[in-house]
């Protein structure tokens, strides 16, 4: 999706907002795609010039181009020459200041995080302060950034459910690279769901199914930091939460083709698929057959 920024600049001293990315290229952006407590925009800017500039939300920005990028920044109210290698991240937490002056074009891939998704995924027993860094060298960031950049620029075509697991990663990720730790959870010591939380969380999923699923909201079931979540349902199960919903809804909706009157496109919908392309992708994937085919030879 082109169009303007949607990042929430502000101005420090004001708190008035600033469209900081004007002059810039958006060549893709999550805007307009739901998705709940992350952002994402991809694309291409001449030049940039910002002074004691904040966002209102946790700032990830991945340099793209093959190049290096050199730039100054305003560290501890000092004048310092940055550079980001290709695939070099820099991190700016929620309502910290930043002066830029970057003379040079630059491709970006930007992804915002809302301070309150950050914590809802990993917990606040024991919440440090996160550190703005520059320089980043973090395959799994570089990795889970580039992921949801795709993600947007094919317009979301994988799916909410999809979309929470890379944010939830990526979260987790910025909490253990820029000083955020998540708090260990004793209720789940043993790496494993307890056998009431695992029946609640499955008795979710089943009711649930064809809805926006989140991690979240299944961990809040177990009453478990979404992080700790997804790592004891991956003890459990031996798959990822995302895994197991995507295969229940796949066997579910293999369930409901066997209807006489079966139509696909109504029953991806019902089943929470983003359309008729995306159940017909996995379904081949997992059954290796396509609905139509599965449909037709049902009818023989």
């Known amino acids: 999706m082109r169009g303007r920024s949607a990042v929430p600049f502000v101005a420090s001293s004001s708190s008035e907002p600033v469209d900081a990315l004007a002059s810039a290229r958006i060549d893709a952006s999550s805007a307009g795609l739901g998705w709940p407590g992350v952002h994402v925009e991809v694309g291409y800017n001449p030049s940039w010039d910002v002074h004691d500039l904040t966002v209102r939300a946790h700032y990830l920005a991945l340099n793209t181009d093959a190049d290096a990028l050199t730039f100054e920044a305003l560290v501890d109210g000092r004048r310092r020459e940055i550079t980001l290698l290709p695939g070099q991240l820099w991190f700016c937490p929620a309502g910290a200041s930043f002066t830029h002056r970057v003379q040079a074009p630059a491709g970006f891939a930007i992804v915002t995080i809302e301070p309150e998704k950050l914590l809802r995924v990993v917990g606040d027993d024991e919440e440090r302060e996160l550190r703005r860094a520059y320089s980043v060298d973090s395959p799994q960031l570089e ?158």
Do not use: C, W
């Open 143 to 300: 990795h889970l950034v580039r992921a949801l950049s795709a993600e947007a620029e094919r317009g979301g075509p994988s799916g909410a459910m999809f979309v929470d697991a890379l944010a939830t990663a990526l979260a987790v990720q910025v909490a253990g690279t820029f000083g955020v730790k998540a708090a260990p959870v004793v209720a789940a010591r043993s790496g494993k769901l307890s056998r009431g939380a695992l029946q609640r969380v499955l008795a979710l999923i089943e009711a649930e199914l064809g809805d926006g699923l989140t991690v979240e909201r299944m961990a809040g079931v177990a009453e478990l930091s979404a992080a700790h979540f997804a790592r004891v349902f991956k003890g459990s199960l031996g798959v990822a939460p995302h895994q197991y919903v995507m295969r229940r809804r796949l066997e579910r909706a293999r369930q409901a083709l066997e209807a006489r009157d079966a139509d696909i496109l109504n029953v991806a919908r019902r089943l929470g698929f983003s359309d008729q392309a995306h159940l017909t992708r996995l379904f081949r994937r997992e059954f290796g057959v396509t609905p139509g085919a599965y449909v037709r030879n049902r009818a023989r």
